[in-house]
């Protein structure tokens, strides 16, 4: 194989750090390569991808050597390195610039001097190709979020890329939407040739078409090589053992395979399935409490419906929904079917059209702004929204300050704690990465003790480790008295914590159940675990309900 990228004693510190960034990087890419980079939140993921790319080199300190296709990449010519060097963010919105599709796949390719007749021709097979020939002429603005991520992904190939960069692709979009941008990609890796380093958190979908795998902590590779490897060197340390995927983790869990044989682990459903099958085990079921929640409706919306202009069609329409005190609700759902626009109604950032939503018996158009802010805390989508300070822990003083807390400085020293953000206190919020930045704005939310609490997906770029922690967090105040309503497309954090799930669709809600009932009886919306073992066990849910 062609070696296509080299990084040798690399290191890198932002310009304000305090400390290294990356640290002793040597990492060797070859040509056909599909790599997966893996680590905590905050562990340097995006900061080395961007090395990659040296048009989105961030002011710092930089000591080594990266080479690409045989060059140094600080001296490959720019127009090169912007068509051979291709990178797709996490957060569809912010790489779309034109306003349709089309325009959006010529803006690349006339940003690069090419004449129209080229352009036309591009666009033409790489949409026969992509098989989005019905989206050419449609807004962006109107997509999405899979549809928006596959329009990204088709602006840079559409410059033929021999290396693709791919920084948690999938992070904001639902499960079918992700198998989707996922078999895509696999296409583009098998019928192109074409190399792909992608990072990510949720390894499921990944893992099963990769050969090799990086794995990063603090700035640091702490390794690289075959992905079966990479597994036996996870599982070898218990701390690491949640970036496991669930397939193989209800076999290395249960003792079915000897880290050992980790290179015939099952990584997928369908090899999970054959394997169980093949050694006739017996697996057994063990579901969590789900506790009867006979406590009154604290928050109630009766026949909402919603339109964003007098002449749109309805996001919702004649919607009902009624949450009872102590609830945690997890509302699932294609991208696009207004479960955003839903948790807006619910705390009043938008009115209905038609019909009404009690907030504690009262209508929410009849509280006082400063009332309902204190009683119901609202987690947006964009983290960044609830920043001000110079850093995170400015963030949280203030914030207490605002609330007329006693001690402050006491009060955003325990948030930190609780949050596990005490290493970033000094960092300011912007810097952090986007993991870190949900839990941020999360500390400044439940600063306010809630009644209530509205989390638009909470789990949207956090590792396994604190996608944990943040649930157990969220339980413990849920037993405390606080309701939550949570908007999700992670299915596995959904049926592990919430005690009811809700499915919306087509502007309204269709099903809901408690979590087993639920998600049993669904085909898509469910977690891999009950895909894999739904034949046997037909109600369980996640790797830690299964036993031999």
Not at 103 to 127: C, P, W
Not at 490 to 514: Q, Y
Not at 532 to 543: F, H
Request: with cysteine; glycine share 6%; hydrophobic share 45%.
């Amino acid at each position: 194989m062609v070696d296509i990228a080299q990084i040798k004693q690399f290191n890198f510190q932002y310009a304000l750090a305090t400390q290294q960034n990356l640290k002793d990087i040597n990492l060797t890419v070859q040509t056909g390569d599909f790599i997966t980079l893996a680590g905590n939140s905050g562990s340097g993921k995006t900061t080395l991808l961007r090395q990659l790319k040296r048009e989105l080199w961030s002011v710092g300190k930089r000591s080594g050597e990266i080479m690409f296709a045989g060059q140094p990449l600080e001296t490959l010519p720019q127009a090169l390195s912007a068509q051979k060097i291709g990178m797709v963010f996490q957060n569809p919105d912010n790489q779309l610039v034109m306003d349709t599709v089309i325009q959006e796949l010529a803006f690349s390719l006339e940003n690069i001097g090419e004449t129209s007749a080229n352009i036309q021709k591009r666009i033409a097979e790489l949409v026969s190709f992509l098989g989005f020939q019905d989206l050419l002429y449609a807004s962006v603005h109107d997509l999405s979020g899979g549809q928006k991520q596959i329009v990204n992904l088709a602006a840079v190939l559409i410059l033929q890329p021999t290396l693709l960069l791919l920084d948690e692709p999938t992070a904001q979009l639902d499960p079918i939407a992700t198998k989707e941008f996922i078999s895509l990609l696999q296409r583009v890796h098998d019928e192109l040739g074409m190399t792909v380093i992608i990072s990510e958190h949720q390894l499921d979908d990944i893992l099963p078409l990769s050969n090799q795998l990086w794995l990063m902590d603090d700035g640091e590779i702490t390794y690289q090589g075959p992905v079966a490897d990479g597994l036996a060197a996870i599982w070898a340390q218990p701390a690491l053992r949640e970036f496991v995927p669930d397939v193989p983790r209800v076999f290395l869990q249960n003792g079915l395979m000897a880290p050992t044989d980790i290179a015939a682990l099952p990584l997928t459903v369908v090899s999970g399935q054959q394997r169980i099958d093949q050694q006739k085990w017996q697996l057994t079921h063990h579901k969590r409490e789900l506790a009867i929640n006979d406590r009154p409706t604290i928050l109630k919306a009766q026949q909402v419906s919603f339109q964003y202009e007098k002449n749109d069609p309805y996001v919702l329409e004649q919607l009902d929904l009624a949450v009872r005190t102590g609830d945690w609700l997890a509302i699932v759902g294609k991208n696009g079917t207004g479960k955003s626009t839903l948790l807006q109604l619910l705390i009043g950032l938008l009115q209905p059209r038609h019909g009404e939503i009690k907030l504690q018996g009262k209508k929410i158009s009849k509280w006082a702004p400063a009332d309902l802010f204190k009683t119901v805390g609202y987690l947006s989508q964009t983290p960044t929204d609830h920043f001000s300070y110079d850093s995170v822990r400015q963030e949280f003083v203030e914030r207490a300050r605002q609330l007329k807390r006693v001690t402050p400085e006491q009060v955003a020293d325990e948030m930190l704690t609780k949050l596990g953000l005490q290493m970033l206190a000094e960092r300011n919020p912007q810097d952090a990465s986007g993991g870190e930045q949900q839990l941020i704005a999360l500390g400044i939310v439940l600063l306010a003790q809630p009644q209530l609490l509205l989390l638009d997906e909470p789990t949207k770029g956090l590792d396994p480790i604190r996608k944990r922690a943040l649930g157990e967090l969220l339980t413990r105040l849920q037993a405390e008295g606080l309701t939550l309503i949570m908007a999700s497309h992670d299915m596995a954090f959904s049926a592990r914590f919430a005690s009811r799930c809700a499915l919306l669709f087509d502007g309204t809600i269709v099903a809901a159940d408690e979590p087993y009932a639920f998600f049993a009886h669904n085909f898509f919306y469910t977690t891999t675990i009950n895909r894999m073992l739904r034949k046997q066990l037909p109600e369980a849910l996640n790797w830690e309900e299964v036993q031999v």
